[in-house]
T-cell receptor, first 114, second 112 residues
Framework: EADIYQTPRYLVIGTGKKITLECSQT?????MYWYQQDPGMELHLIHY???????EKGDLSSESTVSRIRTEHFPLTLESARPSHTSQYLC?????????????FGPGTRLTVT | GENVEQHPSTLSVQEGDSAVIKCTYS??????FPWYKQELGKGPQLIID?????GEKKDQRIAVTLNKTAKHFSLHITETQPEDSAVYFC???????????FGGGTRVLVKP
């Protein structure tokens, strides 16, 4: 069982509100990721981090921002939520254990902006 | 960059039959290929993986095959059960890029 957590699991919020989606992992992984998953299933990488104070934009442009002040914590923030931000947000972390690369996902946050 | 294509996008099988999902990748430097299963309301979970120095790997009812020359890999589920109903993702990884590239997903429905 992967030790990666996301809160809240579900969030319904009005347009214009600032929101922060939390993600934390206890596996000691350096790398962490945020994916946006649309109803069509596809996973779109929106942000990633290779370690503390490292953040990069992913393949899909996003109005959200991220920070990585601690290894275990990778929050995502939307300064002003809009209905177009309604989606499932998945956090993941990865590392090398022995010779094996592993990437694990959190349970996701389903965001609805009204 | 790497590009991973996954087929079919939906797959409906009768309980007890086999299911096969196929993926192709574009970058010959990719060397690790995991498969994830995502159940409703949950995040994707790793179910099996294969490295490029191995042609086949099996774990109970699931198996994965890899053809490096053709740059394709497949997931096989035998004796399907209703709990196998989920979305399955293939992915490809290369050390230089340091991140996974996912296929578009396959929604599998096992009919009792």
């Amino acid at each position: 069982e992967a030790d990666i957590y996301q809160t809240p699991r579900y969030l319904v919020i009005g347009t214009g509100k600032k929101i922060t989606l939390e993600c934390s992992q206890t596996m000691g992984h350096d790398k962490m990721y945020w994916y946006q998953q649309d109803p069509g299933m596809e996973l779109h990488l929106i942000h990633y981090s290779y370690g503390v104070n490292s953040t990069e934009k992913g393949d899909l442009s996003s109005e959200s921002t991220v920070s990585r002040i601690r290894t275990e914590h990778f929050p995502l923030t939307l300064e002003s939520a809009r209905p177009s931000h309604t989606s499932q947000y998945l956090c993941a972390s990865s590392g090398i254990r022995g010779l094996k690369y592993e990437q694990y996902f959190g349970p996701g946050t389903r965001l609805t902006v009204t | 960059g790497e590009n991973v294509e996954q087929h079919p996008s939906t797959l409906s099988v009768q309980e007890g039959d086999s299911a096969v999902i196929k993926c192709t990748y574009s970058d010959s430097a990719s060397n690790y290929f995991p498969w994830y299963k995502q159940e409703l309301g949950k995040g994707p979970q790793l179910i099996i993986d294969i490295r490029s120095n191995v042609g086949e790997k099996k774990d109970q009812r699931i198996a994965v095959t890899l053809n490096k020359t053709a740059k394709h890999f497949s997931l096989h589920i035998t004796e399907t059960q209703p709990e196998d109903s989920a979305v399955y993702f293939c992915a490809a990884f290369k050390a230089a890029g340091n991140k996974l590239t996912f296929g578009g997903g396959t929604r599998v429905l096992v009919k009792p």
